[in-house]
Nanobody, 127 residues
């Protein structure tokens, strides 16, 4: 059984940085990609970035240049470096693992997405 646990959230002022991490327990083979999503209550879930088993990354347009996704060599820790944070980045951030596929970020923005999801970590950016 795969379990994902996020950490690193917190409160930061506008312009600051945070680094989120996701600890992976259980085995994810080469068929899996991982990614970060965020959601504000009542709003649509947004996909930020994804990385496949081989390290190929994909970013949502709004995340390019400020957010960096990475994975350690053991593939047990997924990270998201967030820079130049803005108040509109305030949300709960989730780590996800699921089989690699086309439009992976977009597919996991839909209702009732598949895959393994963490419990989320709150990020609050104040102006």
């Amino acid at each position: 059984q795969v379990r994902l646990v996020e950490s690193g959230g917190g409160s930061v002022q506008s312009g600051g940085s945070l680094r989120l991490t996701c600890a992976v327990s259980g085995y994810l083979d080469s068929r899996f990609s991982m990614g970060w999503f965020r959601q504000v209550p009542g709003m649509r879930r947004e996909g930020l970035a994804a990385i496949d088993y081989h390290g190929t990354t994909t970013y949502a347009d709004f995340a390019k240049g400020r957010f960096i996704i990475s994975r350690d060599n053991s593939k047990t820790v997924l990270s998201l470096q967030m820079n130049s944070l803005k108040p509109e980045d305030t949300a709960t951030y989730y780590c996800v693992a699921d089989y690699t596929g086309d439009r992976w970020l977009q597919m996991h923005e839909l209702d009732n997405p598949t895959g393994y999801w963490g419990q989320g970590t709150q990020v609050t950016v104040s102006s």
